[in-house]
């Protein structure tokens, strides 16, 4: 990996297993805005487990949740969606939603965060901070 880039796809490939697995869960369990109660303790029990101190119940069902890596001084901030679309989905998935009408953001609430835990533990010991909101 350069050591100027935040995350690379193929740093990913041995977790994609995993990463699909949280993926499909949250879109099979969409909640509208404001009703995110459930997806937001879900991702942040991953998140607690992937190494981050979560501050949980911002604006209701928002987190802040930050990864420190090492004592350098750089910050890379990410920023995901966690609720659903009011849309019906018609796509036949196996992991479809649960819920008639509603289609969540499941790969951008599934995949910075990731990135980000995967960057703190990758072979270049990335020194910063991933603040995730």
Same mark, same amino acid.
């Given at each position: 990996?350069?050591?100027?880039?935040?995350?690379?796809?193929?740093?990913?490939?041995?977790?994609?297993?995993?990463?699909?697995?949280?993926?499909?869960?949250?879109?099979?369990?969409?909640?509208?805005?404001?009703?995110? #109660?459930?997806?937001?303790?879900?991702?942040?029990?991953?998140?607690?487990?992937?190494?981050?101190?979560?501050?949980?119940?911002?604006?209701?069902?928002?987190?802040?949740?930050?990864?420190?890596?090492?004592?350098?001084?750089?910050?890379?901030?990410?920023?995901?969606?966690?609720?659903?679309?009011?849309?019906?989905?018609?796509?036949?998935?196996?992991?479809?939603?649960?819920?008639?009408?509603?289609?969540?953001? #499941?790969?951008?609430?599934?995949?910075?965060?990731?990135?980000? #835990?995967?960057?703190?533990?990758?072979?270049?010991?990335?020194?910063?901070?991933?603040?995730?909101?």
């Amino acid at each position: 990996m350069n050591d100027h880039r935040y995350c690379e796809i193929a740093d990913l490939a041995e977790a994609k297993p995993q990463l699909d697995e949280i993926r499909h869960h949250i879109h099979q369990h969409s909640e509208l805005s404001y009703e995110e #109660a459930n997806t937001s303790d879900f991702v942040a029990a991953k998140l607690e487990a992937w190494g981050y101190v979560v501050t949980r119940n911002i604006g209701r069902h928002g987190l802040v949740a930050l990864l420190t890596a090492g004592t350098g001084a750089r910050t890379v901030g990410v920023c995901t969606d966690m609720d659903a679309l009011p849309i019906q989905e018609l796509t036949g998935l196996d992991y479809a939603s649960i819920h008639a009408g509603k289609c969540t953001h #499941a790969v951008t609430t599934a995949t910075p965060p990731f990135c980000s #835990a995967r960057r703190s533990n990758s072979r270049t010991r990335a020194t910063s901070t991933a603040p995730c909101i």
